[in-house]
Structure formats: structure tokens, C-alpha cells
């Protein structure tokens, strides 16, 4: 069946590119999306990858997509105390986004 | 502002109590969504609704109904509360836009 899987933690050094991993196992996904968790809030769409795409772009975040390994990784430049949060690997087969796959999230702690 | 709006943010029930979770969106989407969050195991979807008028089972339905009384809103039910039941849940909307757009979400605990 469909599957994401990410790493439960992940902690940085404030300044320092933040790589948050997933793995998919659906090969069908058309769109993957990075999802932001703050403490006490929903869930915010951070961007989205279509699967004909391999790389995004926006602003600090760089968004990789390895379609023959199913892998999708979210890479945060000049990662600062407002990063902290968790972090939501999903996918999904179409852009009406009838159902969205989650993963169990990454928590992003950022050290001084 | 536009958005999905949960009531209550907070609730503490006895077992065997029942209760309504309240969402509605102002957003005009066609879809809408329950889940529920616990540590270590991401969002699972419990029910989902495509459409006014519709409703479907998702991964985790047992111990729950839901209704969707209009475009606007989608109502999840706990009719005998449990202690596995203890948990945050969220509803989310979506429409032709990619994604969801979620609610703040409603932390229940089951004592």
C-alpha cells in the first residue's frame, strides 16, 4: 500500500542548511508536498514538487525529487529559530488532492 | 479570514461521553477532511467528504461518524468516547488549488 516514511528528529546549528529525507512508496504520486507543523497550529502548505519535476526552488527552500529511488528531500538554507517546527512529507495522485498521504513528520529543533 | 475554522480547540471528556466536532470553511472547496495526530504516527485520515452529500471511510473510521451538513461544513462525531480516542484532531479543506488548507486543530482528551 501507499507508505511515506521520514525520520522522527532532526537537530541543527542556527545558520547552518537543514535536509529533512522521505521516502515514498507509491510510484504513481504525481505531487509531493512539504508540509509545516508550529507548535499549537495546523498544518501549512510549505511547497510542492510535481513528479516530472527533480528539483524547486523558493527562496531558502530547495526541494529535490530522485523519482527512481522515491526519495524527496527539503533543504532549508540558513536555517533560523522560526524553522522550528515539524516538517510533513506527503504525496498524492492528483491536484484535487482527494487524498493525501502523510508521513509521521520531523521534528526541526534549531541549536544556538 | 478566510480559512477552516474547528470548534472547540479543547475538550476533556469521560468515557463513554459523546461529542460533536464542529469544522466549516469559507473557502468554497468541495472536499473536506478529518484526521487525527498522535506522536510518531503523522496524520491518519479517519473519514473524508469529496463532495456535498458524500462521505467516505479513510484509514482509521472506527469509533467515529461524520456528517456533511452543507458545503460549508463537515462535522465529526464520537458517539462513546474512548481513551484511544485521546488525540488532536484536524479538519482540512481543499478545491482546485494543490493542497489542503487546515484548521488549528481540536486537542481532546479521554480520561
Known amino acids: 500500500g501507499e507508505d511515506v516514511e521520514q525520520s522522527l528528529f532532526l537537530s541543527v546549528r542556527e545558520g547552518d542548511s537543514s535536509v529533512i529525507n522521505c521516502t515514498y512508496t507509491d510510484s504513481s504520486s504525481t505531487y509531493l508536498y512539504w508540509y509545516k507543523q508550529e507548535p499549537g497550529a495546523g498544518l501549512q502548505l510549505l511547497t510542492y514538487i510535481f513528479s516530472n519535476m527533480d528539483m524547486k526552488q523558493d527562496q531558502r527552500l530547495t526541494v529535490l525529487l530522485n523519482k527512481k529511488d522515491k526519495h524527496l528531500s527539503l533543504r532549508i538554507a540558513d536555517t533560523q529559530t522560526g524553522d522550528s517546527a515539524i516538517y510533513f512529507c506527503a504525496e498524492s495522485k492528483d491536484s484535487s488532492a482527494s487524498k493525501i498521504i502523510f508521513g509521521s513528520g520531523t521534528r526541526l529543533s534549531i541549536r544556538p | 479570514n478566510a480559512g477552516v475554522t474547528q470548534t472547540p480547540k479543547f475538550q476533556v471528556l469521560k468515557t463513554g461521553q459523546s461529542m460533536t466536532l464542529q469544522c466549516a470553511q469559507d473557502?468554497?472547496?468541495?472536499?473536506m477532511y478529518w484526521y487525527r495526530q498522535d506522536p510518531g504516527m503523522g496524520l491518519r485520515l479517519i473519514y473524508y467528504s469529496a463532495s456535498e452529500g458524500t462521505t467516505d471511510k479513510g484509514e482509521v473510521p472506527n469509533g467515529y461518524n461524520v456528517s456533511r451538513l452543507n458545503k460549508r461544513e463537515f462535522s465529526l462525531r464520537l458517539e462513546s468516547a474512548a481513551p484511544s480516542q485521546t488525540s488532536v484532531y484536524f479538519c482540512a479543506s481543499s478545491g482546485d488549488r494543490v493542497g489542503y488548507t487546515f484548521g488549528s486543530g481540536t486537542r481532546l482528551t479521554v480520561v
Open positions: 473557502m468554497n472547496h468541495n472536499s
